[in-house]
């Protein structure tokens, strides 16, 4: 993966790209993959799957260290033209990617948020810095985006669609239901909390600080998509901080 | 480096410190080391010199991957006494740690700042995002903190004290001389700048978003201190990003 | 108007009110009056209607002024029980307040919003200072809050429903519609934009740097709300600054 | 003081002064007035002396309501070449007019501060809107600036210097001082306060958020400046807020 970015070139989001980024905290680039590659891209993908959780619902396959050209490519087309220039607006880095699978039947609560609790070994805060963003002369300066292609149609409430948390990502005060419900479902039906559609090809750009999740699916076939996150380059490759461990030197994230 | 930072116990700001270092960009902690120890630890680290840049007047000694158990104490007590916990208020690394010696006629010019020009593969920005900081619910977050102690005595012009740019890490606007000005020692008589005096044994915890350097030394003797960089969780190690090298994986920082 | 505001007693908001006012820059309080009431208070301003420009569809009442005690009351509780307290957190005054009804056929095009345009004598700059704000310590300052009283029912697109540019309170980037396509009516139909329905007796209050207007009336029926607008005490009432004349004393806004 | 303010022309603040007001919150422009044209002045000024508080060595001449061609002309000179423009970048009025005499003996306590205490009817916020202040763009917006045109000598610490106290303009923190302690002159010699100086005809542009006062004057002679406040259009003519007094349509200030 330490090929040139520069190759291939960057290209600029537009206007309308740019304040809506900005003002909802993320765009669709519709058909950024051509819908006839998807199927050689699951092909690929067969072997990796890897089953998450209990509920046999939820697979993972995890991209980010292989040395398949086929996401490589993939890699590297997404940082040049998905928006991660504009967003960060600073040297940056790939710091995480891997493919989502979840079969009828699974959800994702909702989670993140600017303003959310953010535990730490001394304290607790609502401001996470892994996921903060500043604007600066016409700037934008994301801590964490991610991009999301779509490898199957979520067009309908029934197909399980993201829903984002409207705001969230510029949010002062805390959600205002206790993290505990939250990781059980609550909250993905509150006003103001709003479904995302895409079909295969399709590519969301995020800012990590939006508070998300994804509602149950429940019509027939899988929901799958590959995520690449991206970051300022100081910033390490994601993993969650362990708990109990405050290391001088450990390394790592915890929302 | 891997004993749990809860021992020595960390100790929160004062009022008048936190409010000090939130306008100001810096505190100092008088006697944070007792003088009579500072001379075992410049006999430790007596073989580590190494000779930098082409003057024959600086030289650092990397203390940071050492497991001299002086060193170790050292930045346990640094990390829980010396402001770190309520200046980042997230779970910190220590990234950085290394000593540096000026001999006479050396000077630092002035460097960093929060809206100097952060150059990037894909262009520029006023706003570096390894050094911004920001505030929320009586919280500071700053993204790098610095602890500088003392192992001599700078308590005159002559003796090439640290400058700090008054209100540069808040500034919106870049620094009005040129970098290549700058780089060779223009603006560090300019009014606005001010000198910090300190003693030996005292702790200098600065945010790394103020602009500052150091005045030439001219009084006789060496001008010694050693510097522990700390850092949320998901920063890497602090090191300059390769110019020309953008490799997607990369990690690194840049000026 | 000179009695005491705290005569009702002021009411604050509840976390899920604070958290919405936040993001969305906008809270419902359904049932603020009794819709047995809104009979009468029609019936006070039916005297009051004065045209508003050509279309022969739009209607004003100047309530501001008035010494009905209706209004009084009116403003009095609005001022204590709708959050113009937890949203200015500052001492505040009624600065403008006034009745409007659009028969069929009326819209009001899209305006205000955090980033647009705001031209002076002197130049022009994409940030309004008199519907700007902030948020410290737990509290939002607002320097423009508007709280709307329905008194008739908008449930259904036909009615010509409010409709808010989500995020646009906290927008960095211009509007990317300009302003004399805005004027036209372009962006209602923007996706971002979304209607707020109410019924009669409902109160909307609203943060005035969102980007806000009102679909068409198509169904049958007027369109009925009562404004109060309300801003930190040092604020003069609200009127537009005259083009053209730049007198050192003169008081006003301009959008 | 109806003229038109475009005459005579605005002029534009230089880069360092723009980076210095926005830092330190304030900048000085020597010479502004002819130091032969103060004579002047001081005696148009003579017959308006009026003594303020029970030391009789204050004295304060309303001049914002005066006629005198005198003041007119220097007050549009004040908002063209001062950097009123630059710093407020909305549509401004002047509102407020005044010149002060101290005698001997007297200080000026520290007052202000982006974030000291400001009471109000229903609580407490440590953010006063009406110094608030913000940047957007390249563009420096205040709520409120002063400038200070002198009409005496100040060079030296017994003539009683005005003194600010180091980026509390941007504090996020209290001035750590109880306000009923920095009322009796507490914080004066605090360190990162420090004095500003000036000569006769000197005008000194202050960000009214910045925490400041004067030093005791000890030297003989008075201590005379002409103060003019400037602040959006949309804000009333200074004036304090009566405690007790919560009318809703009452206007005013309050530290």
Not at 33 to 51: F, H, N, R, S, Y
Not at 80 to 88: F, K, L, R
Not at 212 to 217: E, I, R, T, Y
């Amino acid at each position: 993966m330490d090929d040139d970015i520069s190759n291939p070139l960057p290209t600029r989001l537009g206007k309308e790209e740019l304040y809506d980024f900005d003002t909802r905290g993320f765009i669709l680039k519709e058909g950024f993959v051509k819908p006839e590659e998807t199927d050689g891209i699951l092909a690929a993908l067969e072997p990796l799957w890897q089953q998450e959780g209990g509920s046999g619902l939820l697979f993972r396959a995890p991209v980010f260290e292989t040395d398949l050209p086929f996401f490589r490519n993939m890699a590297l087309r997404v940082a040049a033209e998905s928006g991660v220039y504009d967003t960060i607006n600073q040297p940056f880095r790939l710091i995480e990617s891997y493919a989502l699978r979840r079969a009828g039947g699974s959800l994702q609560a909702l989670h993140n948020g600017r303003s959310n609790k953010n535990e730490s070994a001394f304290g607790a805060s609502n401001r996470a810095m892994w996921r903060d963003h500043t604007y600066h002369d016409g700037l934008l300066h994301c801590m964490m985006v991610k991009a999301l292609v779509y490898l199957s149609d979520v067009t309908a409430l029934e197909d399980g669609p993201f829903v984002v948390v409207e705001g969230s990502h510029k949010a002062n005060f805390p959600f205002p239901i206790p993290l505990s419900r939250m990781k059980k479902g609550a909250g993905l039906d509150r006003p103001g909390t709003s479904p995302v559609y895409a079909r295969t090809g399709d590519l969301l750009l995020l800012n990590e600080a939006l508070t998300h999740g994804s509602l149950p699916k429940t019509s027939p076939g899988d929901r799958t998509f590959i995520a690449f996150s991206f970051a300022p380059s100081f910033v390490s490759n994601y993993r969650k901080l362990a708990k109990g461990s405050h290391s001088l030197s450990e390394m790592g994230f915890r929302e």
